[in-house]
């Protein structure tokens, strides 16, 4: 299993321009969500899933948008970047459909920055 | 409303002494407590999980946390730290409806002195 992927690893935008940030997951997860990491403040949730062709906001959803149209995938999408997105992206899986007690399975994170 | 509050933003501590990070929480339930770790330029770990079992959670790496109740704490410790422990370590408390959210607190930057 090659667990959760994301990519690309590293991005630049200029301000205004739109990009998808890719994960996949290879475990059957019905789980997945993305999270962003700011210095200082741990990581905050974006969008999650709890399966295919269900999503719904995190704490901070303003700025993205998400949809699950496979189990294994789940795209972000910026419309159009801001510097305030500049950060570090994780999206994250679990086996199951949200429970507080589920493993969450974090990929490797996209540094992505706005200039 | 869950909250996990971390103590310390950086400990530093040689090799071969014991590490303690400490980790407050707040919640309105019965709570999921997790550990997990990062490497610089990596994703994060998972290093162990309290979901109401045993108060003493054993996880990788020798790290091992004591869920106390009564002081709403989730402290971390390992006997000996390596050279390989110094990273930044999250405690967390996940949402307790169906929604999977975890809660991160600051981090913990431990570094590890010769």
């Known amino acids: 299993n090659a667990g959760v992927t994301q990519t690309p690893k590293f991005q630049v935008l200029k301000t205004g321009q739109s990009m998808t940030l890719q994960c996949a997951q290879d475990?059957?997860?019905?789980?997945m969500s993305w999270y962003r990491q700011d210095p200082g403040m741990g990581l905050r949730l974006i969008h999650y899933s709890v399966g295919a062709g269900i999503t719904d906001q995190g704490e901070v959803p303003n700025g993205y948008n998400v949809s699950r149209s496979t189990t294994e995938d789940f795209p972000l999408r910026l419309l159009s970047a801001a510097p305030s997105q500049t950060s570090v992206y994780f999206c994250?899986?679990?086996?199951?459909?949200?429970?507080?007690?589920?493993?969450?399975?974090f990929g490797p994170g996209t540094r992505l920055t706005v200039l | 409303a869950q909250s996990v509050t971390q103590l310390d933003s950086h400990v530093s501590v040689s090799e071969g002494t014991p590490v303690l990070l400490r980790c407050n929480y707040s919640?309105?339930?019965?709570?999921?407590l997790f550990w997990y770790v990062q490497h610089p330029n990596k994703g994060l770990q998972l290093l162990l999980k309290?979901?109401?079992?045993?108060?003493l959670v054993k996880g990788i790496n020798g790290f091992e946390a004591e869920f106390k109740k009564s002081e709403t704490s989730f402290h971390l410790t390992k006997p000996s730290a390596h050279m390989s422990d110094a990273a930044e370590y999250f405690c967390?408390?996940?949402?307790?409806?169906?929604?999977?959210?975890?809660?991160f607190g600051q981090g913990t930057t431990l570094q590890v002195k010769p």
């Open positions: 967390v408390v996940s949402d307790p409806g169906n929604t999977g959210k975890l809660i």
């Open positions: 994250a899986s679990s086996i199951g459909s949200g429970a507080s007690t589920d493993t969450q399975y």
């Open positions: 309290y979901t109401s079992a045993a108060t």
């Open positions: 919640s309105s339930y019965s709570p999921s």
């Open positions: 475990m059957n997860h019905e789980y």
